[in-house]
């Protein structure tokens, strides 16, 4: 069985750009996390999605990143526009359900120059 | 606040020899506690979790942890290194919303390196 797909797994942009990471969870799981991991840090939640309602956003920097996840299966994170700070790596986690295991994905790694 | 310290940032250890990583929350009751390891260039892993019951938690790759609340600690164990253990370990904590866990928040991690 796939585990959690995302891609692309490697991302340099300049700053001022937009960028876009895609994520594909374990079939069947309904709750889908984002989470940003700096280096040296453990990561932390951004979005939590429990099928296509994003059900805890409130550590989402909404003046630049948006998240969507239209039918409740993959989901996109977008930054507009990459700022330095941004640079990290933006893990893609799933569950059956918010009181499940988590999986994570392998990540996406952000240099933002 | 709800928080989570791992106060080892890097460990080294020989191969053949125990392990003992340390973590410590700050919680107003008790959370769901969780150890999760990660390799390089890879997702976290879950290792063992402890929501209630036997404080003593076996995981898999011969990890276990022991829940102590009076020292607010949930400390992961090894009796013996493998070199495939060299990884980054970090410890994360749900608060515990009458039984429904809610999300995890991670401290900061531990490197560990095995030295032949």
């Known amino acids: 069985e796939a585990g959690v797909v995302q891609s692309p797994r490697y991302k340099i942009i300049e700053k001022k750009q937009p960028v876009a990471f895609w994520c594909n969870p374990i079939?069947?799981?309904?709750?889908l996390y984002w989470y940003l991991q700096n280096l040296g840090q453990g990561p932390e939640l951004l979005i939590r999605y429990e099928n296509e309602e994003a059900v805890d956003d409130s550590q989402l920097p909404k003046d630049r990143f948006s998240a969507e996840r239209l039918k409740g299966v993959d989901s996109t994170l977008k930054i507009q526009p990459a700022e330095l700070g941004d640079s990290a790596v933006y893990l893609c986690?799933?569950?059956?359900?918010?009181?499940?295991?988590?999986?994570f994905g392998p990540g996406t790694r952000l240099t933002v120059l | 606040a709800q928080s989570v310290t791992q106060p080892d940032i890097h460990i080294t250890v020989s191969e053949g020899a125990s392990l003992e990583l340390r973590c410590n929350y700050s919680?107003?009751?008790?959370?769901?506690l969780f150890w999760y390891v990660q390799s390089p260039g890879q997702g976290l892993q879950l290792l063992l979790k402890y929501f209630s019951g036997d404080t003593l938690v076996q995981g898999i790759k011969g990890f276990e942890a022991e829940f102590k609340r009076s020292q607010s600690s949930f400390n992961l164990r090894k009796p013996s290194v493998h070199w495939s253990d060299a990884a980054e370990y970090f410890c994360?904590?749900?608060?515990?919303?009458?039984?429904?866990?809610?999300?995890?928040?991670f401290g900061k991690g531990t490197k560990l390196s095995v030295k032949p």
């Open positions: 994360a904590v749900g608060p515990n919303y009458g039984g429904s866990q809610g999300n995890l928040i």
């Open positions: 919680y107003g009751a008790t959370p769901y």
């Open positions: 079939s069947g799981h309904n709750t």
């Open positions: 986690a799933s569950s059956f359900n918010r009181d499940s295991e988590q999986f």
